[in-house]
């Protein structure tokens, strides 16, 4: 075929807790055979392990706040200096404001590196809230009661989606209608990272 299959692709999936993110996610990264880099996860896994970082961020995770940028920089500098995300990563979760949107860009620099795109999911704050409500149900995580839903979706809104205008004059963003079905939306990423000659995910 191509070298598309030779290609790094280093990717940011952003979008609203509840948006979709994190299963779409591990679709175009398995497609693609790159790790997802998920500081959830990271600080999920801990939490489980009571590991020090655990102990550390339990009582942030539940009430919805951010883990400090210094800390969570730290551990995704510690992650992207494995081995497995020299070919690239599909990052999901980080960056999560301004800030660590400079760490990552000085960390990557380093390496003479930078993102290739940014996936963009777009829900709608309503229908985020309705999937995150069924999900707390499914999966009875700590942080998905309702005030930290609320907490957390406010936090994106005033954090986190700034960032998609400092990527945006990069010509990175790809912003994915993400009201569908699964296999739909993953259909949408797929061509938009085509058109970026990205991979073949479906
Ligand atoms: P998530 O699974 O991405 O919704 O993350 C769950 C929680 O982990 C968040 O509500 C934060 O408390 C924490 N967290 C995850 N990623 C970050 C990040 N990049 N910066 C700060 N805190 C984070």
Redesign the pocket.
Known sequence: MTDDQDRTARLLIVGP?GSGK?TQGVRVAEALGIPVV????I??ANIKEGTDLGQQ?TA??D???????EL?SEI?RDRLSQEDAAGGFLL??????TA?VAHLDAFLAEHGASLDAVILLDVPRAESMARLGLRSVEQGRS?DNEA?IAH?LD?YEHETAPIISVYEPRGIVDRIDGIGSLDEITARISAALGARGIGQLV
């Open positions: 807790q994190g998920s500081t959830g996860d600080f999920r961020v942030i995770l009430s919805g706040d951010l883990v400090p940028d969570t995704v999901d979760g980080y960056p999560r404001n660590q942080d930290a957390r936090i």
